[in-house]
């Protein structure tokens, strides 16, 4: 009910936020990896997701996730 409110006084409404959020098999095109592996990394909490009923992720969250594990250039 707050999350509703809070949308609506932003001017959004939840399936305009649920449309912004990734299903597993978006984030495994985007990391190239399996959906299996997206779950994995989602039961370990080594990347965010949103459990409304459904699993989905933010894109903050995938970005996240990748800016945690990139690997610096030493050049």
Do not use: C, P, W
């Amino acid at each position: 009910m707050t999350a509703y409110k809070f949308t609506q006084e932003k001017g959004q409404n939840m399936t305009e936020l649920n449309k912004k959020l990734l299903k597993a098999t978006e984030v495994a095109e985007i990391l190239n990896i399996s959906r299996s592996k997206v779950y994995l990394l989602k039961d370990r909490r080594q990347i965010g997701f949103v459990d409304d009923g459904y699993i989905r992720f933010s894109h903050e969250d995938v970005a996240e996730y990748i800016e945690k594990h990139r690997v610096k250039a030493i050049a």
